[in-house]
């Protein structure tokens, strides 16, 4: 069994800084052979998230018939947790500052995102994003003003960027590839920020404007050497692999022990009856016993507890041993389980995701001023991440009710930065609206009181 080593996906790059008709075929062509590399790579990774490992490929010189192939299939509880542990929840959109009259056009945004199915489609990318270190997505126009906007996750086998090799590294071109049903003809659909080209067979046979004045297509690394989540513990999985499959083939071959007689031989119809009686009848000085060297079950164990709790500690997993203390804290829980680490990889993974996102966001607000004639400026949206952190409940609220008791702070940075509500922008303006709604009916009431009473009795009634 062959273990193979991977180190991240490598950046595309070209010395053009403008793509035309007339060199965008060459740099396509250079373009296609690094992005060849990446494909396999991310090709090998999607595969052993799905199970298909260098263990299924394990051979044996001894008793080959005895040949177990477990695939501990940990790259995907990797990949599994970490998706749902950051992308779970849908990716909202806050405003940046107190202008409460942005609150409207923000809630505009995360409804038409709602439309698009943005969250089905984040956490799409989440799943590419944690394979294979880097996640592409495309967002279009739409129809009409009823569906402005179309949200797409590409497939990173089949799309990819290419930067200008220069200061700031400018995206220059977008390339989605579609293989053809005879499996090699590939149809090449090249973005630039002007122009849309189709490529096949290295000539041009579409060219044509379009007015989104950027490449529509956006690539989100997990990190800067776009590693996948369990990309630099793969040695360690496959050793996982290898312990339990051989693990299992020392138990069956510890069943399927080989019987040796000492001082003596049985014949062919003895050997029947044993088989059939599972008794030997042996001469005297004539001795019989099992050859076997089974493992120490609890020594294995051991090593792969050991093994698996390397893997969790890298790829930053809570484990699940639950420790033995009764009197910790919830903060000493916490950090001693590995949730601590595990938020503070996502927190990374959040600060890379952001810069794509904004790029992507730049091309949304667009379309949608468009389409819709929404109005908002990108330096006004806040990206926030939202996880169902039920820890500290109640600091959380006291936070929240310290912070809505202080003339000096906005009502609004209460509700975001309590960390209380998945949604704040919303639980604001829902919570603004219930309160003004309370302001106006008892306000309402206090007149009906008043002019119920009469004009001396109304004179003694406070204002306030």
């Known amino acids: 069994m062959e273990t193979r080593q991977l180190f991240g996906r490598k950046q595309i790059y070209t010395d053009v800084e403008t793509i035309t008709a007339e060199n965008v075929v060459e740099v ?3 373009a296609l052979s690094d992005h060849t590399v990446n494909q396999g ?3 090998y990774l999607w595969d052993y998230y799905r199970g298909k490992t260098p263990i299924l490929s394990k051979t044996k010189e001894i008793r080959e018939n005895i040949n177990h192939k477990i695939c501990v299939n940990r790259a995907n509880e990797i990949v599994t947790f970490k998706r749902g542990y950051g992308f779970g929840e849908p990716i909202q ?7 409460d009259d942005l609150s409207d056009e923000i809630a505009e945004l995360n409804e038409q995102m709602f439309l698009a199915g943005k969250q089905a489609e984040d956490s799409a990318l989440a799943e590419w994003l944690y394979v294979c270190g880097l996640g592409m997505r495309m967002a279009l126009p739409g129809r009409d003003a009823d569906e402005p906007v179309h949200v797409y996750t590409l497939d990173p086998r089949y799309s990819f960027v290419v930067r200008y090799n220069g200061l700031g590294e400018p995206v220059v071109m977008g390339v989605k590839t579609i293989i053809r049903q005879d499996g090699h003809t590939r149809l090449h659909s090249v973005y630039t920020k002007d122009m849309y080209f189709e490529i096949e067979n290295e000539a041009i046979v579409k060219a044509e404007p379009h007015v989104l004045g950027m490449v529509p297509i956006f690539e989100y690394p997990a990190n800067r050497a776009r590693l996948g989540a369990f990309e630099v513990a793969l040695p360690l999985l496959d050793a996982l692999n290898e312990v339990e499959s051989n693990r299992l083939d020392d138990v ?5 022990s080989f019987l040796a007689l000492l001082g003596g031989t049985i014949d062919e119809e003895t050997a029947k009856k044993l088989n059939e ?7 005297e000085g004539v001795d019989a016993k099992y050859l076997s060297a089974a493992l120490q ?5 051991v090593l792969s507890d050991n093994l698996y709790s390397a ?7 809570p484990n699940r041993n639950g420790g033995s203390s009764t009197s910790d804290t919830g903060s000493a829980v916490i950090m001693r389980d590995g949730w601590e680490s595990a938020e503070a990889q996502m927190k990374s993974v959040e600060l890379e995701f952001k810069r794509s996102e904004k790029e992507f966001l730049r091309l949304v607000l667009r379309i949608l001023q468009d389409m819709t004639g929404l109005k908002l400026d990108l330096r006004n949206v806040e990206i926030k991440f939202s996880r169902r952190n039920y820890d500290n409940l109640q600091t959380k609220s006291q936070v929240l009710i310290s912070m809505l008791n202080n003339p000096r702070v906005h009502p609004q940075l209460a509700f975001v930065h309590s960390g209380l509500f998945l949604d704040p922008e919303s639980a604001y ?6 309160w003004e709604s309370n302001e106006q009916k008892e306000a309402e009431e206090m007149d009906k009181y008043v002019k119920s009473l009469g004009d001396d009795d109304a004179e003694s009634v406070p204002e306030d």
């Not at 069956?252 to 399927?256: A, I, K, P, T």
């Not at 009686?277 to 001469?283: G, S």
């Not at 303006?429 to 219930?434: F, G, N, T």
């Open 28 to 30: 396509l062509r250079k």
């Open 41 to 43: 790579e991310i090709q």
């Open 93 to 99: 959109y806050i405003s940046r500052g107190t202008k």
């Open 252 to 256: 069956e071959q510890f069943v399927n």
């Open 277 to 283: 009686y599972k008794m030997l009848c042996l001469p």
């Open 297 to 301: 079950q609890n020594d294995i164990q």
């Open 311 to 317: 893997v969790l500690t890298i790829c930053g997993i």
């Open 429 to 434: 303006l829902q919570s603004k609206e219930w």
